[in-house]
């Protein structure tokens, strides 16, 4: 009988491979973050950190401790049933340069002629101490603001780096001074929580009417301070020459006017507004103040761009003392217009356009028409 021998001969394990792609340069400042290699048997690598940077035994996530520079090394201490260890450690290294940083400086509150000094607070996101400058009228001691007459005043936050952070961007807040003495009410109290009036709706019936066609304006004021607001103007402006940016341009001055006929809408709201209340004032006669309003029923041809503008009005007949303000001191004095655009009125005007009186005829519009 003849005799088979077999013959197995043996497979050598393949030696692992490290995969290590380089690494940016990292910041100052920045929170602990992960590297990763791999290897081609899926055997989770070893990491190593030298110089200005750690890694705990057993983990991947690099802790950045200086500026300079920081070397990651990989290594394989052991393979697995199909692959011998990486021969040698793989390494990349990366410089850690300074960090960048930002101020947190929140906004000012308008105050009075006469407020006491108070202080301004500012943080910068390194933990460095921020430096304060002061512009307008006023002045700063460390972070204590001394105010020195009426205007405005700008309080600038600053952080100038070290050898760690760069300088930080800059960061500046105004507010306004006003004195005691209004229009509208001889002396006020300032409250600690202002009243603030928002246009919250101003809407068009229908919403793309014709030259001639009927229709109806409807804006609702709401007063979203938490303290009451008093009596208060707000004007309606049809394609003005320059769109309304503060109380004391009302619809109808010199110059405004852009279309022929000319119309315009002013309301007074003798009532004023309680904190979280709101009015709904509309185009029609009895919702707008006659005397200082031109409005027919409907818009002209090329009525395009419409304005709100609220807290409109503070000044004496003469218009010789305005309060810049308005009538009403808001916690947000930036907030009080609205606006449309593209109505695209088109067509003929009727026949008794030629007919509304401009308005140059109007008469002078008083601070408070209850006087």
């Known amino acids: 009988m003849a005799t088979i021998t077999l013959e197995f001969l043996g497979i050598d394990k393949a030696t692992d491979v490290i995969t290590f792609a380089p690494l940016p340069d990292v910041p100052y400042g920045t929170p602990p973050f992960p590297v990763t290699a791999t ?19 057993n983990s991947n996530v690099v802790t950045i401790v200086n500026l300079g520079a920081c070397t990651i090394t990989v290594f394989e201490p052991t393979g697995n049933a199909n692959f011998n260890p990486a021969p040698g450690p793989v390494s990349q290294g990366f410089s850690i340069v300074q960090g960048s940083q930002t101020i947190s400086f929140g906004s000012i509150p308008n105050h009075l002629v006469g407020d006491p000094p108070f202080t301004v607070s500012a943080t910068a996101s390194s933990g460095l101490p921020v430096t304060f400058a002061a512009s307008g009228s006023c002045t700063i001691s460390g972070n204590v603001v001394t105010l020195t007459g009426p205007g405005s005043c700008t309080i600038t936050a600053s952080q100038a780096g070290n050898a760690f952070y760069l300088p930080a961007p800059a960061v500046s807040q105004t507010f306004s001074i006003f004195t005691s003495i209004r229009i509208f009410l001889p002396l006020i109290a300032r409250p ?26 409807t804006v609702v004021v709401a007063n979203q301070g938490q303290s009451p607001a008093g009596p208060f103007w707000a004007d309606f ?16 001055d010199p110059g405004m006017c852009t ?6 809408i002013a309301w007074y709201v003798a009532s004023g507004l309680g904190a979280g209340q709101s009015v709904v004032l509309t185009s029609d006669a009895s919702s707008y103040w006659g005397p200082n309003t031109v409005w027919e029923g409907y818009f002209a041809s ?10 409109s009005w503070n000044c004496d007949p003469q218009r010789t003392a305005c309060v810049s303000t308005g ?6 004095e930036a907030n009080n217009r609205a606006e449309r655009h593209n109505l695209g009125v088109a067509g003929p005007n009727p026949r008794n356009a030629l007919g509304v009186p401009g308005p140059e005829s109007l008469p002078i519009r008083p601070a408070n028409p209850d006087e």
């Open 39 to 57: 290897t081609l048997s899926g055997v989770t690598p070893q990491y190593f950190a030298s110089g200005s940077c750690t890694i705990p035994l």
């Open 192 to 217: 600690a929580n202002p009243p603030d009036l928002v246009v919250t709706s101003f809407t068009v019936n229908p919403s793309n009417p014709a030259a001639g066609q009927p229709a109806t304006v």
């Open 237 to 252: 402006y049809i394609n003005p020459s320059t769109p309304p940016t503060a109380p004391n341009l009302p619809w109808n």
């Open 259 to 264: 279309l022929d006929p000319c119309f315009g």
């Open 302 to 311: 090329g009525s395009n761009d419409l304005y709100v503008f609220v807290d």
């Open 327 to 332: 009538a009403v001191l808001e916690s947000n």
